[in-house]
């Protein structure tokens, strides 16, 4: 049962992190957007990897799965699933991208160097190196469209003179259920807001012992009337190190807790899409998870 009183509240939003509270909600429905945000919001990444040529040392398949963990800045909004059986793809499922790299000595080096970078051009293959090549009519679909990997200094490969790399990849929309290179977050994760409650006035000595004991920023030391008195000044900043119940004359003074039904999100973005966005689509995920549950019980027939 929901109360009355559930709220959302951005705390921190920053280019891919954010952090929010969830107050007033079940620990399940919590635990879903949690799952849902790994493993069921889609996002574009390497299906299939053509190898034309590959003379590195790094093997076929360890370079396809490179490949497929680089993740990739395209809106899986704008694309459909791919059929089940579908080879081939088309301009409506399908990204596809080329990387065709050769290394070659650099002539001008100096005879002594022993520096890769000086002796050698394109000896480190990155990700600034993948080009996004349209099909069909992508041209004209995303004219403004800039497909490419979120970070350009992804390293996959280190090659030697005459070595190359010629491979052709084709992106697909999926789900992190299916594989973890779809998930779209770093990391997905909550915890309970924590309640610190000082029993009885702390004061002086003791004070400055138990700030110690909690992170910077917990425990602030006030000046009455010429005594330093402790006060709980920002409990969200707490580890629950458990700290303070090492130290006899403060462990029954201090009254560590959760309140139950305050949820600490931290979203953090690989950079396919804001957090923001991440969050949106989680929660259509799952209104549209209700919707279904309820058109599937109206639909069971009544005794």
Same mark, same amino acid.
């Given at each position: 049962?929901?109360?009355?009183?559930?709220?959302?509240?951005?705390?921190?939003?920053?280019?891919?992190?954010?952090?929010?509270?969830?107050?007033?909600?079940?620990?399940?429905?919590?635990?879903?957007?949690?799952?849902?945000?790994?493993?069921?919001?889609?996002?574009?990444?390497?299906?299939?990897?053509?190898?034309?040529?590959?003379?590195?040392?790094? *093997?076929?398949?360890?370079?396809?799965?490179?490949?497929?963990?680089?993740?990739?800045?395209?809106?899986?909004?704008?694309?459909?699933?791919?059929?089940?059986?579908? *080879?081939?793809?088309?301009?409506?499922? &399908?990204?596809?991208?080329?990387?065709?790299?050769?290394?070659?000595?650099?002539?001008?080096?100096?005879?002594?160097?022993?520096?890769?970078?000086?002796?050698?051009?394109?000896?480190?293959?990155?990700?600034?190196?993948? &080009?996004?090549?349209?099909?069909?009519?992508?041209?004209?679909?995303?004219?403004?469209?800039?497909?490419?990997?979120?970070?350009?200094?992804?390293?996959?490969?280190?090659?030697?003179?005459?070595?190359?790399?010629?491979?052709?990849?084709?992106?697909?929309?999926?789900?992190?259920?299916?594989?973890?290179?779809?998930?779209?977050?770093? &990391?997905? !994760?909550?915890?309970?807001?924590?309640?610190?409650?000082?029993? *009885?006035?702390?004061?002086?000595?003791?004070?400055?012992?138990?700030?110690?004991?909690? !992170?910077?920023?917990?425990?602030?030391?006030?000046?009455?009337?010429?005594?330093?008195?402790?006060?709980?000044?920002?409990?969200?900043?707490?580890?629950?190190?458990?700290?303070?119940?090492?130290?006899?004359?403060?462990?029954?003074?201090?009254?560590?807790?959760?309140?139950?039904?305050?949820?600490?999100?931290?979203?953090?973005? &690989?950079?396919?899409?804001?957090?923001?966005?991440?969050? !949106?689509?989680?929660?259509?995920?799952?209104?549209?998870?209700?919707?279904?549950?309820?058109?599937?019980?109206?639909?069971?027939?009544?005794?």
């Amino acid at each position: 049962r929901l109360p009355q009183a559930f709220r959302v509240d951005v705390i921190r939003e920053e280019e891919d992190t954010l952090e929010f509270d969830m107050v007033g909600i079940d620990a399940a429905i919590a635990n879903a957007f949690r799952r849902i945000l790994l493993a069921e919001v889609p996002t574009m990444a390497v299906e299939k990897v053509f190898v034309y040529n590959n003379t590195s040392i790094v *093997q076929d398949e360890i370079l396809a799965h490179r490949l497929g963990l680089i993740p990739i800045r395209a809106d899986p909004r704008l694309f459909e699933y791919r059929n089940q059986g579908d *080879q081939e793809g088309t301009e409506i499922d &399908t990204l596809q991208f080329q990387l065709k790299i050769k290394c070659k000595r650099n002539p001008q080096a100096a005879k002594e160097s022993s520096d890769p970078d000086e002796l050698y051009f394109n000896h480190k293959v990155y990700s600034k190196h993948m &080009t996004w090549v349209p099909l069909g009519n992508q041209t004209d679909l995303f004219p403004d469209a800039d497909f490419r990997p979120v970070h350009d200094d992804i390293l996959i490969a280190l090659l030697r003179p005459g070595q190359e790399i010629d491979v052709l990849m084709h992106c697909v929309k999926g789900i992190g259920k299916d594989h973890a290179k779809f998930s779209p977050v770093a &990391t997905a !994760s909550y915890r309970l807001l924590p309640d610190i409650t000082l029993l *009885q006035p702390i004061e002086d000595e003791a004070a400055e012992t138990l700030q110690k004991c909690f !992170s910077p920023g917990v425990i602030e030391i006030q000046n009455i009337n010429g005594k330093k008195v402790a006060r709980v000044a920002n409990a969200r900043l707490d580890t629950f190190s458990r700290e303070v119940f090492r130290h006899e004359g403060l462990k029954n003074l201090v009254r560590l807790a959760r309140v139950r039904n305050h949820y600490i999100f931290t979203v953090e973005s &690989t950079g396919i899409l804001p957090p923001d966005v991440l969050v !949106s689509e989680a929660i259509k995920i799952l209104m549209g998870k209700c919707q279904r549950f309820l058109n599937e019980l109206d639909s069971v027939p009544m005794e």
